[in-house]
């Protein structure tokens, strides 16, 4: 399969624990994206990489978030001192930027946090 | 910033009719729309994109349409089938290759 994985698909911690998330983009792909869905709502933007470069962040990744694409190809996502309300799907996507599709963006089947 | 709108939140058809989903988006930028099927506890899959120099698209039994002027996009499934039943997600992007999505539209097909 040479989709978007995500590693782990569940993780399950306790309030004040840190934890990380791998991504693995589609070979090839430059553009690398994180996004977070909470239930019964649309995924919604955290960050995105180009190549190794982070090129944007949204208001939504708190302090408590870090990201990074060290060698432009997988993507960690660290969330340090977990709260409760940070329990939701964590969605990798990747795209390729001057490719035949510009802007495609496909998904992984994310890592879903709960934090007790 | 980018705003869309999704409508109906939740749809049930008979397996064999229609179905319809409407969507808005408030960013006159925006040039690029998806449409992601998300099945239970998997990510989003895209199933239908259509930019802004095109007013519809088909595939197969999947079509979507783009209204500029009204910033209103529809997708439409035709003879709908149990495996469509999912949450299909509606999304808008301005080019910076952010996409924003709508909340979803939970899609019933009754037997």
């Known amino acids: 399969d040479t989709g978007v994985s995500q590693d782990p698909r569940h993780k399950i911690t306790k309030r004040g624990q840190n934890v990380t998330f791998r991504c693995d983009p589609i070979?090839?792909?430059?553009?690398l994206y994180w996004y977070r869905q909470t239930l019964g709502q649309g995924p919604e933007f955290l960050t995105y990489f180009q190549n190794e470069a982070q090129l944007e962040k949204s208001r939504l990744l708190s302090d408590r978030f870090s990201a990074e694409r060290p060698k432009g190809s997988f993507s960690t996502l660290e969330i340090q001192r977990t709260e409760q309300g940070d329990s939701a799907m964590y969605l990798c996507?990747?795209?390729?930027?001057?490719?035949?599709?510009?802007?495609?963006?496909?998904f992984g089947p994310g890592t879903r946090l709960t934090v007790l | 910033g980018e705003n869309v709108e999704q409508h109906p939140s939740t749809l049930s058809v008979q397996e064999g009719d229609s179905a319809v989903i409407k969507c808005t988006y408030s960013d006159s930028a925006s040039n690029y729309f998806p449409w992601y099927k998300q099945e239970l506890g998997k990510g989003p899959q895209l199933i239908i994109d259509?930019?802004?120099?095109?007013g519809e698209k088909k595939d197969q039994r999947i079509a979507v349409t783009l209204n500029k002027t009204a910033k209103h996009f529809s997708l439409h499934i035709t003879e709908t089938q149990p495996e469509d039943s999912a949450v299909y997600f509606c999304?808008?992007?301005?080019?910076?290759?952010?996409?924003?999505f709508g909340k979803g539209t939970r899609l019933h097909i009754l037997p």
């Open positions: 999304a808008a992007s301005s080019g910076d290759d952010k996409i924003i």
């Open positions: 996507a990747s795209s390729l930027l001057g490719g035949g599709h510009t802007d495609t963006q496909y």
């Open positions: 070979s090839e792909h430059n553009r």
């Open positions: 259509i930019r802004s120099n095109v």
